[in-house]
């Protein structure tokens, strides 16, 4: 999804159970913050963001 978005690599962390977070460098750009995960546009948008600013 953010390859073909975005153009950029990603790579899979593991982190504690129950816990989800997109970084870009050392930002957390967005977080599972309720029972919901993030749309995956929701996490193009906030990586699109970090990266323009």
């Known amino acids: 999804m953010l390859k073909d ?6 790579e899979l ?3 504690p159970s ?3 977070e997109v970084r ?3 930002k ?3 977080r599972k913050d309720s029972l919901a995960f993030p749309t995956d546009q929701e996490v193009v ?3 699109a ?3 323009d600013g």
């Open 28 to 30: 957390v750009v967005i």
């Open 5 to 10: 978005e975005l153009d950029v690599e990603t």
């Open 18 to 20: 129950g816990s989800y």
């Open 45 to 47: 948008d906030a990586v």
């Open 49 to 51: 963001r970090a990266l």
């Open 13 to 15: 962390k593991p982190g």
């Open 24 to 26: 870009v460098g050392d």
